[in-house]
């Protein structure tokens, strides 16, 4: 069983920093790609920021320059540092990772059960 859990959400003002974190454990055989999505109410969940096990990024046009992404291979970890917040950026962030359990035949998506961000004006 794979399991992925957030840490690091809270309630930040306008121009502050959050610094997110997700950790994966359980029976992983190989990890590919690791992101964090966002979903903000009323709205469909959208991918921020995703990284590649060799450690390529893509971000959505509206975080870059503002959010970076880094991963941990050797620790199965991945974290987004947040900073010039937005209001417009509150939404519960879900850490994401593309996972081949052991004994598993093909990579299938995990998520993290959500971590709320909320940026006051």
């Known amino acids: 069983q794979v399991q992925l859990v957030e840490s690091g959400g809270g309630l930040v003002q306008a121009g502050g920093s959050l610094r997110l974190s997700c950790a994966a454990s359980g029976s992983i055989f190989s990890i590919s790609a690791m992101g964090w999505y966002r979903q903000a109410p009323g709205k469909q969940r959208e991918l921020v920021a995703v990284i590649n096990s060799g450690g390529s990024t893509n971000y959505v046009d509206s975080v870059k320059g503002r959010f970076t992404i880094s991963r941990d291979n050797a620790k199965n970890t991945v974290s987004l540092q947040m900073n010039s917040l937005k209001p417009e950026d509150t939404a519960v962030y879900y850490c994401?990772?593309?996972?081949?359990?052991?004994?598993?035949?093909?990579?299938?998506?995990?998520w993290g059960q959500g971590t709320q961000v909320t940026v006051s004006s």
């Open positions: 994401n990772g593309q996972i081949s359990a052991v004994g598993a035949l093909a990579l299938r998506a995990y």
